[in-house]
């Protein structure tokens, strides 16, 4: 609505422009409106957002409780029922099963029909996991639609590793890697008894930080080093620091903890470089968008999610032109620069002795073995063996993992992930589509 309002006795008047209800604006018109605002989900389209752009593109002001209900039956339109979305599940299950031969799946119900638990693994994942070091991290994330899930507690996270071991087995010095809650480790003994636990080291420090009140950068640097270090010197000089900082948290970490659970050097099995779970992070990463998606299209963003990430991840692995993948490449590399600094003494055929500023480091080059630890923890020689090999003219090469190599990067991203077609061209059998999934009791916060 315009107004043309009179300033003084003058011939000057002022334009003033006032925004008004209109009977026509209802909750539908304007769902209508928005529609194309809500379609990417990233986008975070609050109704304080909806009431200032239908000012702005109509000129009509409209209240708050309109844009909210607005937005509602937009989300609705665009992207579907949460309730109804439930019962998708059972015909996209079928479907991803079907379209990629040997993927496994499992949807779990209540005695009311009501939602409990799904698990997904593609076919193209079970069959690359051979090809990777065998370490797992696992977290959880939580999602936003109106249903929610289940919380963390033992049940869930036992049925979880339950059908872990089940789909993808155990492997010889496999590690899990999680945070410290309790659920996790609970199921983790019980299902996986004769795996190697470990804890993730950034939550590890932040339970430090809020248990003994002390933080600060030389706490979280001496910290680390003692995670990450390779021998029991090293790490007892790291651990004398973190003594002079507060005597408290020695007897925290190796009573309560553990030292097998957070330390490099005395954990049971290889964590390579996985001294973290920041792998699962970037994965609640990717998935921050789409948490708020029914269920059913949100089992959809995740298999698209898969299909992409496998699709690049081939792509690079094809584009590799040399023996190991770009990131140990390079980082062997680094090792062969570091050790053109240091001498190298002939003690027989197979041991050296390697000189470095004041110290010494015994290299047994059969055994793929160095006093420094690099070399065994790593699988992958460290600088001293790298010299030993280079005086040696020996393929350093064979002195490497079989999982750091372009040959592994591409066995595992061999298989393919298929889509599984627009829902309406589907052709579920008649046991399938008489499945009925009910949302699981949740009471939806205001």
């Known amino acids: 609505m315009f107004k043309v309002r009179k300033l003084n006795d003058t011939h000057t008047c002022s334009l003033e422009i006032i925004y008004e209800d209109h009977p026509q604006a209802t909750s539908d018109i304007i769902a209508d409106c928005i529609k194309r605002r809500i379609i990417n989900p990233k986008r975070n389209y609050k109704p304080n957002d909806i009431v200032e752009d239908i000012a702005e ?38 479907m991803i099963q079907k379209c990629n031969p040997g993927t496994i799946t499992d949807l779990v119900q209540d005695d009311e029909r009501r939602f409990k638990y799904c698990f997904f693994a593609l076919a193209s994942s ?18 936003k639609n109106a249903y929610g899930v289940d919380s963390e507690n033992d049940a869930s996270w036992q049925y979880f590793m339950d059908k872990l071991k089940q789909t993808y087995g155990e492997r010889e010095e496999q590690c899990i890697i999680s945070d410290r809650h309790e659920s996790i480790a609970k199921s983790v003994k019980m299902i996986f008894p004769n795996l190697m636990h470990g804890v993730c080291c950034f939550h590890l420090f932040q339970n430090i930080k809020s248990r003994f009140r002390k933080g600060g950068d030389e706490l979280r640097d001496a910290f680390y080093c003692a995670a990450k270090a390779y021998n029991l010197a090293d790490f007892e000089g790291f651990v004398k620091e973190i003594d002079t900082i507060d005597n408290r948290i020695r007897p ?45 299209t949100l089992l959809e963003c995740l298999r698209c999610l898969v299909q992409r990430w496998s699709w690049t991840n081939k792509n690079r692995a094809l584009a590799t032109l040399t023996t190991l993948a770009k990131g140990p490449e390079k980082e062997l590399k680094d090792k062969l620069d570091r050790s053109k600094k240091l001498q190298v003494e002939t003690s027989n055929h197979a041991i050296y002795t390697v000189n470095e500023l004041k110290s010494s480091y015994i290299v047994d080059i059969q055994k793929k073995t160095c006093t420094c630890q690099r070399f065994q923890y790593d699988e992958m020689p460290c600088s001293h063996a790298m010299a030993v090999i280079s005086k040696r003219h020996f393929k350093c090469y064979n002195f490497c993992s079989y999982f750091y190599t372009k040959q592994a990067f591409l066995a595992t991203y061999e298989e393919t992930v298929f889509p599984i077609g627009d829902r309406d061209s589907w052709e579920l059998p008649d046991h399938i589509r008489q499945i009925e999934v009910l949302p699981p009791k949740h009471k939806r916060p205001a």
Do not use: Q
């Not at 579907?80 to 599940?89: H, K, L, V």
């Open 126 to 143: 079970i069959k690359g996991w051979n090809h990777c070091t065998p370490i797992i991290v696992v977290d959880a994330t939580f999602l």
């Open 252 to 296: 925290y970490l190796t009573n309560e903890v553990g030292l097998n659970k957070w330390t490099r050097v005395y954990s049971t099995n290889k964590r390579y470089s996985t001294m973290t779970s920041n792998i699962s992070e970037s994965v609640n990463s990717a998935l921050k968008e789409v948490r708020e998606l029914p269920i059913g």
């Open 57 to 94: 593109d109509y000129s009509i002001s409209i209240s708050y409780h309109k844009a909210w209900r607005a937005k509602e039956k937009a989300t609705f339109d665009v992207k579907g029922s949460p309730y109804d979305s439930y019962n998708e599940i059972p015909g996209f299950l079928y």
